[in-house]
């Protein structure tokens, strides 16, 4: 009942402001014409559904929707990936050979990175110092904090 209620409401003001602005135009009647039969059809449209008694499509409420955590697990693990793919991309473009894997959450449209783990291929003459320089590209890449980074030195990248 919310929607057609809604529809009509709109349709009405709609109408009316249209034909306010179209006033002492040629158009006026033709506009004026239109406008009503737009408001009556949005007020006859649930008819056939109120005789069939198919009240729910009337309503806002669509029932109690299931929220799948397996598919929201899958989709936010696509989302690290992807975010992985790009640092490692970044780490490239200042000459960082590494493998990495973000891990996080997804709330509505905001995505929060609670760890990531790098590891950086190469020989390094001072790796403290390579580590230390590649958890603050991540930690300010993301916008973390950097005890939610931990980078690591590999040996050989398979």
Do not use: Q
């Not at 009337?58 to 598919?71: F, K, N, P, R, W």
């Not at 693990?77 to 200042?94: I, T």
């Not at 950086?120 to 590649?134: H, K, M, P, T």
């Amino acid at each position: 009942m919310t929607v057609w209620l809604m529809s009509v409401l709109g349709t009405g003001i709609l109408g009316a402001v249209i034909n306010h602005l179209t006033a002492g135009t040629r158009m006026h009647g033709a506009v004026r014409t239109a406008c009503v039969y737009a408001f009556v059809l949005a007020v006859i449209f649930p008819v056939p559904m109120i005789i069939s008694g198919n009240y729910d499509a009337l309503s806002c409420d669509y029932g109690d929707s299931a929220y799948d955590e397996d598919i929201a697990d899958v989709t936010d693990e696509a989302y690290f990936a992807l975010a992985a793919e790009a640092l490692d991309a970044e780490l490239a473009a200042h000459g960082y050979d590494t493998s990495s894997v973000v891990e996080g959450t997804v709330y509505a449209d905001k995505a929060t990175v609670t760890r990531v783990v790098v590891t950086l291929y190469g020989e390094f003459a001072d790796s403290s110092s390579e580590i230390v320089r590649v958890g603050a590209l991540v930690s300010e890449y993301f916008g973390t904090d950097i005890s939610a980074v931990y980078v690591y030195v590999g040996k050989d990248k398979e």
